[in-house]
């Protein structure tokens, strides 16, 4: 069964870029998948990021998709997420997924 | 993209049936039956509990079913337990290539 692991810095300052990387474990992230990255503010709902394919073809929210880059490692079995330009609103639990499996989440919290 | 909507709080008693709904557009929710609901215990990752409108992964109860008429999903829990209680979320694709969520119902189990 697929693993995701969500790792990167818990803290970025504002007007910086937020990095985060989801390692994939128990499977390969070549298979015919999209994967995906989401994020929930503390207290809030769900919002999707965006998604890529393992080709490189991605798509993003479009209230977002300005400041998200999204890339892939299959050499290290893994997908990464870039997002520029943070203030307060982005901070959130980062989780990657591709359905069913989710990552268990990481809290980025934007502050000085 | 604006979010699907979804009732903020729905509540029942043991062994009762509820539903909640979500309800998008026919960009979304009316146009394609990729819609999916996630289960969220506080502090958890989300669960996927339906996907396609109305499959269930394996391992989920079938005392959990989803539907879709119109621009309106629905996930219906039957015989529900105290471990039910929760929160809710649908997804769904939409015709821009891209997903969105309804914000969520906090299911109370009285």
């Known amino acids: 069964q697929v693993q995701l692991q969500e790792s990167g810095p818990g803290l970025v300052k504002p007007s910086g870029t937020l990095s985060l990387t989801c390692a994939v474990s128990g499977g390969s992230i070549s298979s015919s998948n999209w994967w995906s990255w989401v994020r929930q503010p503390p207290g809030k709902g769900l919002e999707w990021i965006g998604e890529?394919?393992?080709?490189?073809?991605?798509n993003y929210n479009p209230s977002l998709k300005s400041r998200v880059t999204m890339s892939v490692d299959k050499s290290k079995n893994q997908f990464s997420l870039k997002l520029s330009s943070v203030t307060a609103a982005d901070t959130a639990v980062y989780y990657c997924a591709r359905d069913p499996e989710w990552g268990q989440g990481t809290l980025v919290t934007v502050s000085s | 993209q604006s979010a699907l909507t979804q009732p903020a709080s729905v509540s029942g008693s043991p062994g009762q049936s509820i539903t909640i709904s979500c309800t998008g557009t026919?960009?979304?929710?009316?146009?394609?039956?990729?819609v999916s609901w996630y289960q969220q215990y506080p502090g958890k990752a989300p669960k996927l509990m339906i996907y396609e409108v109305s499959n269930r992964p394996s391992g989920v109860p079938d005392r959990f079913s989803g539907s879709k008429s119109g621009n309106t999903a629905s996930l219906t829990i039957s015989g529900l337990q105290a471990e039910d209680e929760a929160d809710y979320y649908c997804?769904?694709?939409?015709?821009?290539?891209?997903?969105?969520f309804g914000g969520g119902t906090k299911l109370t189990v009285l």
């Open positions: 890529i394919y393992h080709s490189g073809s991605t």
């Open positions: 026919s960009s979304d929710v009316g146009d394609y039956n990729y």
């Open positions: 997804g769904s694709y939409t015709s821009s290539s891209t997903w969105v």
